[in-house]
């Protein structure tokens, strides 16, 4: 699985989930080819709540990654629901 977080720069400093790899969706349309060699596997894209990882499971979807998805509720709910040590904003 590959996780995502679409999130700009400066809220990726204030909350991360471990192991993602940050492409903010401002730079996602000319990003998206860095996650060709990730075509096969699982990709779980988040956001703060879960609306700018929609768009980008969308963008994902168009360009033919169909094992894409995206996590609903975003880093938010992650912090209240998995791992409390990440905060909150």
């Known amino acids: 699985m590959v996780l995502i977080d679409v999130r700009e720069q400066d809220e990726f400093e204030l909350a991360r989930i ?3 790899k940050l492409i903010p969706l401002s730079e996602f349309p000319s990003r998206i080819g860095e ?16 609306v ?5 499971v969308f963008a994902l979807r168009h360009s033919g990654f169909l094992n894409s998805s995206s996590m609903s509720g975003g880093i938010d709910l992650w912090s209240q629901q998995i791992d409390a040590e990440v905060p909150r904003y």
Do not use: K, N, T
Request: net charge positive.
């Open 52 to 56: 700018r990882s929609l768009h980008a």
């Open 18 to 20: 471990q192991g993602a």
């Open 35 to 50: 996650l060709e060699p990730f075509r096969d596997r699982p990709i779980i894209v988040y956001c703060h709540h879960g």
